[in-house]
């Protein structure tokens, strides 16, 4: 079984940066697509960004493309976020996921573990 832990998370203002890290173990980190969702109140959990295990392909949601890189270490089993411009609409809980498939899915089901999250707040 994998487990993730997600950290990096804080306030910051419009405008801002922050980058997220994601520490796993468990299983042979690069044989898993990996992923990060965000949750706001009320709101479902919604898919950011996603890497394959290789590292060569990744893929974003529309309302963060150009602003947010997602990148991954294999060597030390880490998968990071690099988020700038940030917007209020960037408030949420971020939580990092790993999945099976090759392809990147964006659909929470089509991922197996999941960390705790860690909180972004952007303040206007």
């Known amino acids: 079984q994998v487990q993730l832990v997600e950290s990096g998370g804080g306030l910051v203002q419009a405008g801002g940066s922050l980058r997220l890290s994601c520490a796993t173990s468990g299983r042979t980190f690069s044989r898993y697509t990996m992923g990060w969702f965000r949750q706001a109140p009320g709101k479902e959990r919604e898919f950011v960004a996603g890497?394959?295990?290789?590292?060569?392909?990744?893929y974003y949601a529309d309302s963060v493309k150009d602003r947010f890189t997602i990148s991954r270490d294999n060597a030390k089993n880490t998968v990071s976020l690099q988020m700038n411009s940030l917007k209020p609409e960037d408030t949420a809980v971020y939580y990092c996921?790993?999945?099976?498939?090759?392809?990147?899915?964006?659909?929470?089901?089509?991922?197996?573990?999941w960390g705790q999250g860690t909180q972004v707040t952007v303040s206007s």
């Open positions: 890497i394959s295990w290789s590292g060569g392909s990744t």
């Open positions: 996921a790993s999945s099976s498939w090759l392809v990147v899915p964006t659909g929470r089901s089509q991922y197996s573990y």
